[in-house]
């Protein structure tokens, strides 16, 4: 056996070999520095996740490696899914530097456990094999388990880990048992040989059919859409703001990725039944979402409803890329950019909403009522317009990347041939229109009740002002982004 | 031409605002006269338009053209013909207007104030330009944002309702449009050109349904009968610059629209729902001229006239003749100079008695008899007296409507009483009659700086009611090729 030992190419995987590697550094070192010099550990985090980046960019050559037994894939997707991935992570540690600190949860732990989630997003972006996307699953959810019940004392924190826990056991055994379901009826867990056996028609339909129904169940849970979302919510809401900031960024990447590897990759032959279920799902989504944003008054809760209206506007996308039955490449291609850029333009939403809210929390107050916000036009117009350009941007009015996001999103839709849908997508996104409206009109018409000077360092304030305005440029000069995620996906499908 | 006037006219005001805001509230001094400056600025970029533009052709001129979002063809494409030439001058000039009325009476935020107005005239002089269908859509949308502050933040007693409701309303209709838009979009193959679209063939159920979308759109916008609920309680709770603009400026966008989209991209259904706008619009001219003459508070009245005058403007568009288009444009840009004289007059009375209800006036002549006869003149015109601007667009409609159907034309000559009787009523109720309240004895009269915003508007009615021809004249070209575009069935 061992003469047919082939060392494999380590090239492809040097991000998360490197990840992996600091990880332990920074444990030892959380041992060696005490406890005043905790910021050893943070900054040595931020630049691990330069450092992946920097290796990722090195190691980007466009063509579409796989390795490790073809467990493991490395493509310009899966490099640019990555970066972002990077980008999102290095700005939660950063808006949420001062918020650690002031509550004493800037412990190793902290930093480790956000490594290990990152790692664990990295491999399923890049996996190959149902195995892999599982290993990348568990590590990443294990992980933010963890990171959500981090704030022991916090009975509210720890309902909220428990439920994330066992609700997400659930998922993955559905996910799980979907895959098991798929490997009796091809006989592969490979990615690429499971889509070769489906193309060549030879599996069992009811079986895959039955698989796929799990497998969309557990996509679903990991996304948060209706009718997988409760978790969502009292998530968001019982989580520390920081660590809701992370699973309301980077992780909807490794969901996307992960919707993209199993449902594009793997099932694309079955593309006509699960477009139906997505489109049920986005439909009641962008419904459900929206309507209960209204009832909240806090505005995590209220950010947690529009993220699940928003992953329903980007499962819109992924369901327009087969009409009918005829399979049109460039069709396909459009509509998963559009979903894929959706993505990333939520993602940079949702991290400067969630800035904002780390920006007005301080010792002892935490600005998570939607009442925190009153009259910040007066004690900061800048900061005021930074979260009213975020507002905007989320209910899809232009010059924002919010609507670019959309518009990719419904023409996709409406080529689809679901214009009804469309109809009644942005019907729903005029209702959602309501509570952003609302946030705005307590910052700019109402009068402050706290007029505490707000706290922040000036890296702090300029990475905020910085996402604000990426969020402003790219809405009024969309055609960068939207551009790249349509390459990324030309040369990966 | 080398200049990129319709550039400038969009850039000049929208990044002149920055400055304005970095000056902050604090230097009240500084930023006033900077606004002033910007918007003055704004306006002059526009004159080239108007004395630079060839009368003789109907196609699209300073046409500009710039790849915007190469991934969906999308265009960062402007051009005004002589439909949309006016509305960016009379956008910017009001501009000024606006400016000048806030100059004393915003005390909070003058900064945010002025910037505000500032963006707001950038993005509706790109709103008129756009020949872009979806640069169009983003500066139609963008231009609420403007309006929902100035609403929400300087308005009154209930300003966060109206504000909400009028971000709503609009946005319902505009939601729609965009699906109608990213419709055509792929329906031309691809192209965003609103040019293009004239000339797309489309069957009769497409162009229904586009018809519609647009409709609804519009309709919230001019506003038309019964979609009409925001605009009485927006312009009541705005500030009088508020007011102003959304008078003068965005009600007309509205009725651009059906000129610029619906008519020419959907002119078979336009054809069959003629009918339908016809009667919407002879609702709004008479049922709403009705709600108008029982109103107590001056700025709902205006409010309501307004409705009624834009129901002349969508009645002339559906008739199809030239005296209709023509005389819907001139009374789109008379309406324009009209209301915005009438809320600043209101305005002006607001500032001294804080107090909008007719019945707290009465006797206004006595001590303020300069302002009087400007209020004169101003009410004359918004009658639809001759010599003043308001008669030219309103005889050329109803000349129109007479030729088209008797009765149609007998049924919007009623607004012509109907506006005499609550203009003037109110009128007389305010200005003349013995002085009753003791605060109007105290009243005094208007200073150098309201003299001169009125004394503009004035000079403006009346020459465009003694000699329309300048304004005319530029039109002719463009409207005799719509409606020959029109009348040519796309089925």
């Known amino acids: ?493 | 031409m080398n200049a990129n006037f319709l550039s400038l006219a969009i850039w000049v005001p929208i990044l002149g605002a920055i400055p304005v805001l970095l000056l902050g509230s604090e230097r009240r001094f500084l930023v006033r006269w900077l606004a002033l400056t910007v918007a003055l600025a704004g306006f002059a970029v526009t004159l080239p338009l108007y004395i630079g533009f060839d009368t003789t052709q109907a196609g699209m001129q300073f046409v500009e053209q710039i790849p915007w979002v190469p991934r969906f063809n999308l265009q960062y494409l402007l051009g005004v013909d002589g439909i949309s030439m006016p509305f960016v001058l009379l956008n910017s000039f009001i501009t000024v207007i606006v400016v000048l009325a806030g100059w004393k009476v915003i005390e909070k935020k003058q900064a945010q104030y002025m910037a505000a107005f500032l963006i707001m005239s950038g993005l509706m002089n790109g709103i008129f330009s756009a020949l872009d269908g979806i640069l169009f859509y983003v500066f139609f949308e963008a231009s609420l944002i403007p309006m929902y502050l100035i609403i929400g933040v300087w308005g009154g007693p209930k300003r966060v309702y109206a504000a909400i409701k009028f971000f709503l309303y609009t946005l319902l209709g505009s939601l729609l449009m965009l699906v109608a838009l990213i419709w055509l979009f792929l329906a031309s193959g691809g192209s965003a050109n609103i040019l293009d679209w004239h000339q797309l063939p489309l069957g009769m159920t497409p162009q229904i349904l586009i018809f519609i979308a647009f409709l609804v759109s519009f309709a919230v916008k001019v506003p038309m009968w019964p979609v009409h609920t925001w605009l009485p309680d927006a312009h009541v709770e705005a500030p009088t610059g508020g007011s102003v603009v959304l008078a003068a400026i965005a009600l007309k966008l509205g009725a651009y629209g059906f000129v610029r989209f619906s008519l020419p991209i959907a002119p078979d259904a336009s054809h069959y729902l003629a009918p339908l706008m016809i009667a919407l619009s002879l609702t709004a001219v008479i049922y709403i001229g009705f709600v108008a003459l029982v109103q107590t508070d001056m700025k709902k009245l205006v409010a309501y006239s307004s409705i009624s005058h834009m129901g002349f403007v969508t009645l002339g568009f559906f008739i199809f003749s030239p005296l209709g288009i023509e005389g819907s444009l001139v009374q789109m840009i008379s309406h324009g100079f009209i209301s915005a004289a009438m809320f600043l007059c209101i305005g002006i009375m607001y500032d001294r008695m804080h107090s909008r209800q007719i019945a707290d006036y009465g006797g206004v002549v006595n001590t303020m008899p300069r302002f009087a006869a400007f209020f004169m003149l101003f009410s004359m015109a918004n009658v639809g007296l001759p010599a003043t601007s308001g008669f030219v667009g309103e005889f050329m409609v109803i000349l129109g409507a007479v030729k088209f159907n008797f009765w149609v034309g007998m049924a919007a000559a009623v607004t012509l009483v109907l506006g005499a009787a609550y203009t003037l009523w109110m009128y007389k109720r305010v200005v003349f009659g013995p002085i009753t309240n003791p605060h109007v004895a105290d009243l005094s009269d208007i200073g150098f700086r309201e003299f001169l915003i009125l004394a503009l508007l004035a000079v403006c009615v009346l020459a465009m009611g003694l000699y329309p021809y300048p304004f005319t004249e530029v039109m002719h070209a463009s409207v005799d090729n719509l409606l020959k575009h029109v009348a040519a069935s796309k089925l």
Not at chain 1, 380 to 401: K, Q, T, V
């Open chain 1, 1 to 493: 056996m061992l003469n047919n030992f082939v060392i494999p190419d380590f090239y492809p995987v040097a991000p998360e070999i490197f990840l992996l590697t600091m990880s332990f550094v920074i444990l030892f070192a959380d041992l060696i520095f005490s406890a005043t010099q905790r910021w050893v550990a943070s900054v040595l985090t931020i630049l691990t996740l330069f450092g992946c980046a920097a290796i990722t960019v090195v190691t980007a050559d466009g063509q579409t490696s796989l390795t490790l037994s073809n467990l493991f894939v490395d493509d310009l997707l899966g490099d640019f899914l990555k970066l972002m991935t990077y980008l999102s992570v290095i700005m939660v540690l950063i808006y949420g530097r001062q918020y650690l600190v002031d509550r004493g949860l800037d412990k190793g732990e902290f930093y480790l456990l956000v490594l290990y989630a990152t790692l664990g997003m990295m491999v399923m972006i890049s996996a190959a094999n149902l195995l892999t996307l599982y290993l990348g699953l568990e590590l990443m959810s294990l992980a933010l388990y963890a990171l959500v019940a981090i704030d022991r004392d916090s009975a509210r924190a720890t309902e909220a880990a428990m439920k994330y826990f066992v609700l997400g056991a659930l998922a993955s055994g559905l996910l799980l048992y979907g895959m098991s379901m798929i490997y009796g009826a091809t006989g592969n867990l490979d990615i690429a040989a499971i889509s070769q056996v489906l193309y060549q028609g030879q599996a069992d339909k009811t079986v895959l059919v039955f698989g796929l129904v799990f497998i969309v169940a557990g996509v679903a849970f990991k996304l948060g859409v209706v009718p997988f979302h409760m978790w969502v919510p009292d998530v968001y809401h019982g989580a520390p703001t920081v660590v809701t900031m992370l699973i309301g960024s980077a992780p909807k990447l490794a969901a996307f990725a992960m919707a993209l590897r199993l449902l594009v990759y793997a099932l694309f032959s079955l593309a006509v039944e699960w477009q139906q279920m997505l489109l049920i799902m986005a439909v009641l989504s962008i419904g459900l979402g929206n309507l209960a944003a209204i009832a909240q008054k806090n505005i995590k809760r209220m950010l947690a409803y529009s993220a699940i209206s928003h992953m329903g506007f980007m499962l819109l996308g992924l369901t327009s890329g087969v009409i009918g039955k005829e399979i049109d490449p460039f069709t396909a291609i459009n509509a998963y950019s559009s979903a894929l850029y959706y993505t990333v333009a939520y993602v940079l939403m949702s991290l400067g909403s969630f800035g904002m809210i780390l920006l007005l929390s301080r010792v002892g107050h935490e600005a998570e009522q939607l009442d925190d916000f009153k009259g910040l036009n007066q004690r900061s117009p800048w900061f005021a317009a930074m979260m009213l350009i975020f507002m905007l941007s989320m209910a899809g009015i232009p010059f924002f990347i919010g609507f670019f996001a959309k518009f990719a999103v419904l023409t996709a839709a409406i080529k689809a041939g679901y214009a009804a849908i469309a109809v009644v997508a942005v019907m729903f996104s005029l209702i959602g229109a309501f509570y952003y409206l609302r946030v705005i009109k307590l910052m700019y018409f109402d009068d402050a009740v706290d007029s505490a000077p707000l706290r922040a360092t000036p890296v702090f304030r300029l990475l905020l002002s910085l996402n604000g305005m990426a969020v402003a440029a790219f809405g009024l000069f969309p055609d960068t982004v939207i551009a790249v995620c349509t390459a990324v996906l030309l040369h990966s499908l």
